[in-house]
């Protein structure tokens, strides 16, 4: 047997549902390209797109928008859990623990059997859970700062919606139009760490609320969806373009991440990343009282700059991330935020590979590659060394 480090390139499944080539920079969900989504689509078709492999009829996307419009409010015992946790938990650490208590609201065990036996219940906790998603996160920004959440409204887009709930206002219609084409963006990526954890999870029938928890969890890593928290971080230390240079290199000469940068799939620019950048641009120059960038942007673009510079020779550049953690950021959105907007998105993807897992079920068991100690005989307790207790008292005191 060979051992493949992060099963890196090993087919773990087969998928209708999206579609990478790293050479190109190419991502398409259900065979439509990604850019061409992202600039006439919504959020609302896309995720019926993942959902079902077709694009939708105008009465079918209507009655899905109604449904998840009709669904937006969580129950007040929801509530009461999001109320008793501390105020400094994360955002993603409390969708993770209040999507997986929503399995005591939508609980499943005579369905799970696999395959499509009980399609409604399938339909229908489909839409609660990514109904509920962008409820949670918006209600959460307000509770963990000691406020009281906003209710949702049924007049308004997915987008819309959100937007309302977190700044209490009238949502811009540009700025609306820009978060829906990132939820687009984010919405499905093939079999990422998080996808895979849903696909593990699922592949043992738990409940679908538990399914989505656990992919939470996974995405909740800086090394997966918290890398854009982290490319704020990073460019706010950086603080002008002019240090952009100085910054990377130093980062480069001692072996450090550098935030954004880099995707394991793709050997050119992300092209999420691009249609990220240039959308953003766009609107960020038409917002501009100055008719310029902001310094943040403008530092950004410095960076990429300088990462060619060094790393493009290594198909290391700009990845999804990179952009995203800018654009949240310009619109008024804190940092800590960030990734559970990604998981808002991405329960889209998540929910239609947990559907398509359940059409052929067959539970995840990999093999490994032992090498640990051989044959070993017991000893009585008196006849032992420190061993473990000789370690574990080292860990407990390193000067012993």
Known sequence: MQYIPGLAGVPATESKISYIDGQKGLLTYRGYNIMELAEKSSFEETTLLLLFGELPTRDELNDFDQQLRANRRVKYNIREIMKNLPETTHPMHMLQVVVASLASFYPSTEYMKGGTENQD????????IIAHMATLVAQWEHMRNGYDPIEPRKDLTYAENFLYMVTGEEPDPDWARLLDACLILHAEHTINASTFTTMVTGSTLANPCSVISSAIASLSGPLHGGANQMVIEML??????????????????????I???????????????????????KLLLKKSESGE??????????????????????GVYPNVDFYS?????????????????????????WMAHWREQLQNNKIFRPTQVYTGAGNSCYLSLDQRSDGIRGVLSKQNNPDA
């Open 236 to 257: 706010e230390k950086i603080g002008r373009p002019e240090n952009a240079r100085a910054f990377i290199e130093d980062r480069l000469a001692n072996k450090k991440v």
């Open 259 to 281: 935030w954004g940068m880099g995707h394991r799939e793709y050997k050119t620019k992300d092209p999420r990343a691009t249609i990220l950048q240039q959308l953003s641009e």
């Open 121 to 128: 219940y399938i339909n229908d906790v489909t839409v609660k």
């Open 325 to 349: 953690g800018i654009l949240y950021k310009e619109m008024g959105f804190d940092p800590k935020m960030f990734t559970s907007i990604f998981a808002v998105a991405r329960s889209a993807g």
């Open 293 to 314: 960038l902001s310094q943040m942007f403008e530092t950004a673009l410095e960076v990429e700059r300088v990462c060619e510079e060094h790393l493009g020779h290594k």
